[in-house]
């Protein structure tokens, strides 16, 4: 028992007594405190509700388990490694029917990873730059940029999707256009791009030395093969981009030092490209040209109309939206950030780019990261123009073909989770990268 004694003389008259002070006995714990007293309460509350919301979701868990084995078709996964038997179109690796449902659905998820950095990429440039025009002090140049902001943000991506993918089809001319003495239609950039209405066909990259490929993972269904090419490029790139910052960073200490900034930007290019140029060069880089064989085009990289047309209409269509945010955080910066970078004598598009811009992204990059997530779940709706996504292979054929729904939507679930909180956690760093730091 701690208990703090205190004495303390007290004068009576010709004597001094001494007193002994002690603190009042602690109030012993009762169980009526947990809804009583107030420093108990708030956790008894947040403990009796987690112990509701687990006993719900295990009788949830239950009852389904069990109807499920009433109706002969008990909780199993087994159905991944049986056969796809059917075929996808626009694929990253190699891919046959005859591979299981899971390298099925891991072509797929691939595949909503493309659409996902294309999108969100393209739409961060359109929107950046629809939302620095909606500013502009030409009344015609805001109001297209109002009207683009509108007609998009208020008609659903599906409706934009489908609109996108019949202009495509229907406008576009056939392969049979770029065959004869006469052809209707013509190559592009030289004879190397073909757009067609059954896709755009690009150069490939192809190296006459190639140093070959790795093969992870054996013959497992996440199987796939690793360029060393592309490894020994993205070294060699890497190794001239880190180079190229320490001599930024020599540079400004010297600016600090003298006051003067010495011209370093040939040299900071040039450690980054004669490295990479080398590189290319011993690895016999050229290009593989599509070329009009029969009733198609063979030969160089063939992109869909289907995922033109989503990677078009999601961009767009979240890019109008980024517009809007980008608008409101450029209008949250003082006015005086303004008027002082051009009594500096700055010239409006670098006030823009070097002084609003840097500090609206504290504003603009929360919101982005809903927008970036919004756009990945959008993503989904390819399977309306054909496009073979995470959610066209495991939530449409593979569902389809083995009758394992829930199997097959928990799943679905579980990746878009894991797409969604990687994309906040990268977002979030960057976030906390771009604050201001308080000393």
Known sequence: MNRRHETRPECHGDFSVMTTLTDPPKEQFRLSMLLYDMRYRSATIQVIALMGFMLLAAWLINNTAQNLAALGKPIDFGFLSEPAGYDINQRLLDYNSQDSHLRAAFMGLLNTLVVAVLGCATATILGVIIGVLRLSHNWLVSRLMTIYVEAFRNVPVLLWIVFIMA???ETLPAPRAFRGDNPTAEMML???VAVTNRGVYIPEVLFSNSLGDVHLFGNSPLRFDVSLDLVVILIVLGLGLWVSRLIKIRADRIQEATGDRPTTWYLRLGVVLVPLLVVLWWLGFHFGYPELKGFNFRGGTHLRNSLIALWLALSLYTAAFIAEIVRAGIMAIPKGQTEAAAALGLRPRRIMS????PQALRIIIPPLISNYLNLTKNSSLAIAVGYMDI??????????????????VLLLMLVYLLISLSI???MNW?????KLKER
Not at 430 to 434: D, G, I, L, Q
Request: charged share 15%; aromatic share 2%.
């Open 430 to 434: 960057y976030n906390e990268s771009v």
């Open 167 to 169: 202009i495509l089809i």
């Open 424 to 426: 906040s956690a990268v």
């Open 354 to 357: 070097l002084v609003i811009l």
């Open 391 to 408: 959610t066209g292979t495991l939530g449409g054929i593979t569902m389809n073909q083995t009758g394992r729904e829930l199997e097959c």
């Open 190 to 192: 030289g004879d190397s």
